[in-house]
């Protein structure tokens, strides 16, 4: 919903979307065009699970051996996986999903720290995380790294090239916050190579991912089609917050608005 779709719905009165953030939306376009946008509640634990089901299923193999199991082919293991126990997981951005996905850690016996432009020593203590003064920093010390951060004119290709470079050889990257957070090509490159052992990954660039994308037979990369929120609880929240945003406009006490239209268009 970018300025030139909003422009050609002149009918269009209340747009309701999912959670309380949606980049494909032209909020400034919306409220010149007296559009108003609300949300709904997000629920912030599936999508930390999803991210700790894919650093699992990587780590031991679980795809590639679940599938061999079913088809009934020899030999009878393929592989042999590697543990997370005393391992370092770093994770960026410890906000509300990034403090769930610290907390699977630590349960699982890692070692693990945190950073964000915001986090401070005593924050992390308080959490009870070791504290990584620089995403540098974090990168270079971690076998695990967790991205759960905002995507943000700040955030975009925030890992890059040079980034992937500090990260620990054989080290393992977890992305299932927004795609364009990482470049992808470095990524690939590094995985080809095998400077990186792995990657989960359940957010891209471009969504749907390609039919012909790298991501899709990389033998190193476990990746699935952005259902980190994708579950019956998630979308109970979700579906019925929108009709009770549209319940509550037509009766002209919108809530959990996004924008602030200056002409709104009316109900009718």
Avoid at 10 to 37: F, H, W, Y
Avoid at 128 to 144: C, F, K, Q, W, Y
Avoid at 229 to 248: C, M, N, Q, S, W
Wanted: hydrophobic share 40%; net charge neutral.
């Amino acid at each position: 919903f970018d300025r030139e779709a909003l422009s050609r719905l002149p009918r269009l009165k209340l747009l309701v979307t999912t959670g309380m953030n949606n980049a494909s939306i032209d909020m400034k376009a919306a409220e010149r065009l007296g559009i108003l946008v609300c949300g709904t509640r997000g629920v912030v634990g599936p999508a930390a699970e999803l991210a700790w089901g894919l650093l699992l299923s990587l780590v031991r193999k679980i795809p590639a051996e679940a599938a061999n199991l079913r088809a009934g082919k020899e030999p009878w293991q393929l592989s042999v996986g590697t543990g997370l126990q005393g391992k370092t997981l770093g994770v960026a951005g410890i906000g509300k999903l990034g403090r769930l996905v610290c907390g699977y850690g630590k349960a699982f016996g890692m070692e693990v720290i945190g950073w964000s432009r915001s986090l401070t020593e005593e924050k992390s203590r308080e959490i009870g995380i070791g504290h990584a003064p620089t995403l540098d920093d974090l990168l270079e010390r971690s076998h695990v790294v967790s991205l759960q951060l905002a995507l943000t004119s700040e955030t975009r290709g925030i890992i890059g090239r040079r980034e992937i470079g500090l990260m620990r050889p054989g080290a393992i990257l977890v992305n299932t916050a927004r795609g364009p957070l990482v470049d992808e090509r470095a990524l690939i490159e590094a995985l080809r190579e095998g400077r990186l052992s792995g990657a989960a990954l359940d957010v891209f660039d471009q969504e749907p991912l390609p039919a012909d994308h790298p991501f899709r037979t990389l033998p190193n990369v476990v990746a699935t089609p952005h259902t980190g929120y994708v579950t019956e609880e998630t979308y109970r929240v979700f579906f019925g917050d929108a009709a009770h945003d549209i319940e509550a406009w037509l009766a002209g006490r919108p809530e959990r608005a996004l924008n602030a239209p200056a002409v709104g268009r009316q109900a009718s």
